[in-house]
Every structure is written in C-alpha cells, then in structure tokens.
C-alpha cells in the first residue's frame, strides 16, 4: 500500500490534478447538475487533505469553485437562485459536501500544525484586514443603516482574510510553487473560455446573424463578469509565454482569452483586455528567452489581421455590432456615479452604507447590495471617508509591494490586478466575491516572490 500513496500525491501536487478539477466544473455546468460534481469535486478534496503536506492541490478548487453554476433558467434579471438551490437535494448534498470537506480539512490542520509557516507580523494579510474593518463601520450614522452593511463587509473579508491565511501558513513556496499557481490562472481562464464557447453552441441568442448582448450570460455571471475575468487572467497566458519551453503555447492561449473577451460583448473588458493584452505583447517582445520567437510571432498575427480586416471586415463588423451601436453611451453609469457622490456628501464620515445605495426594477439583485460600478465612487458612497482613507491604505502598499525589487513574476502578477482595478472604475468585479479569492492569493504570491528573479 506503500507504492500508491507517493504516487497519489504527485498527481495532486501535479500539473493533472486541476485538469480533473476544471473538468468537473465544466461538466456540472453545462449539464446543470451542479450538486452532483460539486460532491464529486468535494470528494476529490478528501484524500487530498489526508495525504498531502500542504494545500498546493486546492489552489484550483478554490479559484474555479464558483464557475460550477450552471446556466439553467438564468437570466440577469431574474436570476432563479430561489428555485434552483433552495431546494432539499441540492442543501443536502452540499451539506454533505462541506461536512466531508471541512472534516479533512480539521485532520489536515491537525496533521500539520507543527510544520506550519510562521504567520507574518505585517504584510498585505494586515493591510486587508485594516480595510476590512473600516469597511465594516459604513453607514453607521445613517437612519437608514441595515445590519446587511456589516455582513456585506463580512462576506468580503470572508473571501479575501480565511484563503490568504491558509495558504500562507500551509503552502511551500518553493521553486516550482509559482509555476504551478500561474498554470492554475492560465486552467481558470480556459475553464471560462470553455463554459463560453459552450454557451455560444447552445443558450446564446442571434437575431439576423448578431449576438444578442443580453443572452450572454454562464450562470455565475453576465457578460461584464465574464470578460472582465478574462481579462483579469489572460495576463497569465503570457508569463508562460516570456521564457517557458514551448511558450508558443501560452501565446496562443493568451490570444484565445482576447478573443472570447470580444465574444463577451463587454466593452468595458474589451477597452482593458487590449490595454492589457498590449502590456502582454511588449513583456514578451522586450524580454525573456523567448522574445525573438514572440517578436515573430506578434509580427504574424498583425499581418493576418491586417488581412482578417481587408477581407473578413463584414463577418467581423457584425461580431462587434454590440460595441459599435453601443458606442461611448454610459448605459446609466452616470447616474449612477451621481447618486454614489450624493449619497458621500449626505454622510461624508462613514458613507451611506452598501445597502443605502440606489433601487432598479430592471434588475433584481436578491440579496446583495446594488453597486455602484465605479470602486472609487462604491468606496466613498458606502463607506465615507474612513472607508476611502483604509482603501488608499491598502492600495499605496499594493503598488509599494509590486514596484520594490521587481521582476518578472511581480510584473504579470501586477499587471493581472491592474486589469482588475481598472475594468472595476466602470464595473463591480472588485466587489464581487470570487475575483477577491484571486486578487487575495495574488497578493500573496507577490509577496512570496520579493527578491526572486523570477523568470
């Protein structure tokens, strides 16, 4: 019994085991049988957690965990959350799911405590914990202060506070450790491509040969939230590219998530996507072992899209109707940035509160607050000036902890969360729950690459 068990662990220390994890997700997803690969998923995690010495395996599960939602019967007004999950098979099995889960997870602990990292004394865990809880003061002076304000708070300190922990006392952060976390990027944005392309052969409409804008939509999010995650991962399509044996690979690859973020039909994402994708091409043109392939490469694919423009200019004018027709118009975002600054000089101290914001019958939220889309407007609206003084806290030592000692591995780690803070100034990726499990592990990782070279 000895032989299997080191073998079990090279596949989940491996570079198969999140294959096996994104193709759960995918499968529970377009087969909308969600709570049956969610326990399949979950007992995957078991033998992972009893055997291996840190937490590298769930890296993946707890990026992609999110994406498993399926398309059944959603739409971005009417979600059908209700229908769909509270319900007794699906709560049971989830029950049953976190249960196994969080029981290895307390053997694991136990298992391991003593080969535990020391917790850091300062560093981006404190700086996000200092947000946090000035976060949590917003709207306290309001009349019409809810206790949903704080749990809102709670929910985001949730995804950003208890993932950085884990990972920062019970990963290794050895050489390969980077690799393995950037390939777990690059897996997480395929797994969005796949559940798009998929959509587009099945949910999305056409009306006389054009994308319906609105039908875009995967369950956990719309098209904003789509192509804003792409272009928040694509990033790491490219570090693999830079220097990386076959990093033709990762170019290509990179590519592919541009093109499904116009498939989006985000115009905020396709703005930011280009801007990034440009930062992308000049990395690896500029530097890395692999810049003269790149430089070939990038010369290429400018000449077939010079030729795709002559030649296909219909074909793809009507891909980007959507962008076109839709042009500069704001689509309500003025208003409500306008609202969001009223509502700041109503109650400057602590801001109005998440759920003291503004009300649409065009859509329904459910229990979540409506934001502002604009992080700057969300932060002074909600959370006043105490807010906004945590936030720039937080945001002064994110570009310190990028821009000191720098290398390569900061730079495409960093250029990710620019991605994410400027999609998020016409947007609310960054407050949404899931993107700040990728922006906590971030951090962290930038944090664990001071002074490496990287590659």
Request: hydrophobic fraction near 50%; glycine fraction near 8%; aromatic fraction near 16%.
């Amino acid at each position: 019994m000895k032989q299997p068990l080191p073998a079990l662990r090279r596949f989940y220390t491996g570079r198969w085991y999140p294959i096996l994890v994104a193709l759960l997700i995918f499968l529970g997803h377009c087969a909308a049988m969600e709570a049956l690969f969610a326990l399949i998923l979950a007992l995957t995690l078991v033998p992972a957690l009893l055997l291996c010495e840190d937490v590298r395996f769930g890296i993946l599960p707890f990026l992609c965990a999110i994406f498993i939602v399926s398309v059944r019967d959603y739409t971005p007004s009417n979600p059908g959350y209700d229908e769909q999950y509270l319900n007794a098979p699906f709560l049971v099995t989830l029950s049953v799911a976190v249960i196994l889960v969080l029981a290895a997870l307390v053997l694991f602990l136990i298992r391991n405590r003593k080969h535990r990292n020391p917790f850091p004394r300062r560093g981006m865990f404190w700086s996000m914990a200092f947000v946090c809880a000035l976060f949590a003061l917003n709207g306290s002076l309001s009349p019409a202060y809810s206790i949903g304000n704080f749990l809102y708070v709670l929910l985001i300190a949730a995804s950003l506070l208890p993932v950085y922990a884990l990972f920062v006392l019970f990963l290794r952060f050895d050489e390969s450790t980077f690799d393995y976390f950037m390939y777990c990027l690059v897996v997480a944005g395929l797994l969005i491509v796949a559940e798009l392309i998929f959509a587009f052969f099945t949910t999305v409409q056409f009306v006389d040969g054009e994308i319906v804008k609105g039908s875009v939509v995967l369950g956990w999010g719309v098209w904003t939230n789509i192509g804003g995650m792409l272009a928040f991962l694509m990033p790491a399509c490219f570090y693999f590219a830079h220097s990386h044996r076959h990093g033709w690979i990762g170019y290509v690859l990179g590519l592919l998530e541009y093109l499904c973020i116009v498939l989006s039909q985000s115009r905020g994402a396709l703005l930011i996507g280009t801007l990034i994708l440009a930062l992308c091409l000049l990395y690896v043109c500029v530097g890395g072992s692999n810049r003269k392939q790149n430089r070939i490469f990038t010369a290429c694919i400018g000449v077939c899209a010079v030729i795709g423009i002559l030649f296909l200019s219909e074909k793809l004018f009507s891909l980007v109707r959507n962008f076109a027709d839709m042009g500069l118009a704001d689509n309500g975002r003025f208003e409500m940035w306008k609202i969001g600054i009223d509502k700041f000089c109503e109650r400057p101290l602590f801001g109005s509160g998440f759920y003291d914001s503004y009300h649409t019958e065009e859509w329904d939220m459910g229990p979540l607050p409506y934001l502002y889309h604009n992080t700057a407007v969300q932060v002074l609206g909600a959370t006043g000036i105490v807010g906004a003084v945590a936030y720039l806290y937080h945001r002064f030592h994110t570009v310190k902890l990028v821009i000191m000692r720098p290398n390569f591995r900061k730079t495409i780690l960093g250029t990710c969360i620019l991605a994410l803070l400027l999609f998020s100034l016409t947007d609310v990726l960054f407050f949404k729950i899931y993107p700040t499990i990728y922006y906590s592990l971030m951090l962290l990782f930038i944090e664990h690459s001071q002074g490496e070279k990287g590659t």
